[in-house]
T-cell receptor, first 112, second 111 residues
Framework: DAGVIQSPRHEVTEMGQEVTLRCKPI?????LFWYRQTMMRGLELLIY????????DSGMPEDRFSAKMPNASFSTLKIQPSEPRDSAVYFC??????????FGPGTRLTVL | SQQGEEDPQALSIQEGENATMNCSYK?????LQWYRQNSGRGLVHLIL?????REKHSGRLRVTLDTSKKSSSLLITASRAADTASYFC???????????FGTGTRLTVIP
């Protein structure tokens, strides 16, 4: 199994631009999680899905952030418009029955 | 907040020594997990201990859980330079399906 796949690995954009991060979970996993990691705030859960349905999005910082999971093998996290304070590493993770989580390599986002 | 807190924040030891990291949390849990993160990489699951377990071993790792004190410890024996990484505890609360991660311990093993 290839593990959790995230793209792009690095993204540099200018303030105000739309950013879309992508994630392919491990096949057969029924939970998908989006996290953000910064030095100041550590690892924060943004949103998680169960069987493609958003369960808890209380960690999404603002309306500028949105996430979708149109099918069991794909999810996106979108930031529109992006701001410099959104700069962070964004991780996607998946799990089976919400147990052990398997993390992707992350997307390092820099907003100038 | 349910977030765990690791102690110490940073730890530096010589290769071959044992490393102990502690985690405290605030609410009732289903399980507690330890993850490792190498610089610039994603987190990797190390070990999971359930609320009705007190100790668990996996290779050079030993995890203890004291639910009365809401604390856990991770012991890495006979450390190696390759163990250099950040270590995070994560708790799954009762009735929850998500994890709350602590702030991490940065371990440096000097060859």
């Amino acid at each position: 199994d290839a593990g959790v796949i995230q793209s792009p690995r690095h993204e540099v954009t200018e303030m105000g631009q739309e950013v879309t991060l992508r994630c392919k979970p491990i096949s057969g996993h029924d939970y998908l999680f989006w996290y953000r990691q910064t030095m100041m705030r550590g690892l924060e859960l943004l949103i998680y899905f169960n069987n493609n349905v958003p369960i808890d999005d209380s960690g999404m910082p603002e309306d500028r952030f949105s996430a979708k999971m149109p099918n069991a093998s794909f999810s996106t996290l979108k930031i529109q418009p992006s701001e410099p304070r959104d700069s962070a590493v964004y991780f996607c993770a998946s799990s089976l029955n919400s147990d052990t989580q398997y993390f992707g390599p992350g997307t390092r986002l820099t907003v100038l | 907040s349910q977030q765990g807190e690791e102690d110490p924040q940073a730890l530096s030891i010589q290769e071959g020594e044992n490393a102990t990291m502690n985690c405290s949390y605030k609410t009732s849990i289903n399980n507690l997990q330890w993850y490792r993160q190498n610089s610039g990489r994603g987190l990797v699951h190390l070990i999971l201990i359930r609320s009705n377990e007190r100790e668990k071993h996996s290779g050079r790792l030993r995890v203890t859980l004291d639910t009365s004190k809401k604390s856990s410890s991770l012991l890495i024996t006979a450390s190696r330079a390759a163990d250099t990484a950040s270590y995070f505890c994560a708790t799954e609360g009762t009735g929850a399906n998500n994890l709350f991660f602590g702030t991490g311990t940065r371990l440096t093993v000097i060859p």
